[in-house]
């Protein structure tokens, strides 16, 4: 999921795999809040009719709460990204956002270019570049034109600030 501003740059906020719900706002009201949700990895899912979903959430349901706990994970993963984005460095938040990806979609094997990633990290794709460069020159990564594959996750979980690890407990406990 992410922002924009009236100029067109635009941040990641929120990350939605499997596990997850793109929308659940519009369960909490009628307005809908000025997010885009976009695929950054090929897949599938369901498409669900908002008044279902509420209808469902009404009732009060294993899904009411299952839904909030959700919301809570993706509050938790917006504000840790937005406090990585403002302090950690380049290799930090690409090594979270790597390790997030994978563990969203379960593959070693990401679909991602330079550019795009520098744009949801709200960085320049020379940073990116460099990064990945360093990420590969140590082991962690093999890239090659639009794809990465992720070579040695402890590697990158040393690499990465104690972001992932929040926002991973975070979704861990969701499924308690």
């Known amino acids: 999921m992410v922002a924009e501003s009236k100029q067109g740059i635009a941040v990641e906020v929120g990350m939605v795999g499997r ?71 380049v290799d930090q938040r690409l090594s979270r956002w790597l390790l997030m990806i994978r563990d969203r979609v379960d593959s070693d ?14 960085v320049r794709r020379a940073g990116v570049t460099v990064a990945l460069g360093r990420f590969r020159d140590a082991g962690m990564i093999h890239h090659t034109r639009g794809y990465v594959t992720l070579l040695d996750m402890e590697a990158l979980e040393k690499t990465t600030c104690e972001c992932y690890s929040v926002i991973s407990e975070s979704f861990q406990r969701l499924f308690e």
């Open 19 to 89: 596990e997850g719900l793109v929308g659940a706002s519009a369960l909490l009201g009628k307005e809908a809040i000025p997010l885009r949700a976009m695929m950054q990895v090929p897949g599938n899912g369901w498409r669900i009719p908002v008044d279902v979903l509420r209808e469902e959430f009404r009732r009060r349901s294993a899904f009411q709460e299952l839904a909030l706990r959700y919301i809570q994970v993706l509050l938790t993963q917006s504000a840790q990204n937005t406090l990585c984005n403002r302090l950690h460095t």
């Open 109 to 122: 094997q990401l679909y991602i270019t330079h550019e795009f990633v520098a744009d949801l990290l709200g």
